[in-house]
């Protein structure tokens, strides 16, 4: 199973536990090309996003957010980050018609 990773900088070294069947990854230039690399990887399966706000907002941005499965946790360290700051935010591709 590929798993791929955004990241500002890849790691010098293996990922611990990669082997000949779970491989890692690590996409710098974004949001989008990581997902794309992802849906080849993984042809008519689904692909799932696991990650922290930022990385959701970006998937909403971009419109490429299908579902979201949000676990919340009862204990927040330091000010955290809101999902929408108060305000919806849609895809720039997002059509109220549909």
Known sequence: MPIFVLTHRAPEQVARGENDQLTFS??????????????????????????????????IRAGL??????????VLLGDGLRY??????????WNRSE
């Open 26 to 59: 690590f996409v710098t230039e974004g949001i989008v090309q990581v997902i794309e690399q992802a849906k080849a990887a993984a042809g008519d399966k689904d692909v799932t996003v696991v990650g922290g706000v930022n990385t959701i907002q970006q998937c």
């Open 65 to 74: 957010a299908d579902e979201l499965h949000i676990d919340l946790r009862s």
């Open 84 to 93: 929408s700051n108060g305000r919806a935010t849609r895809p720039a591709n």
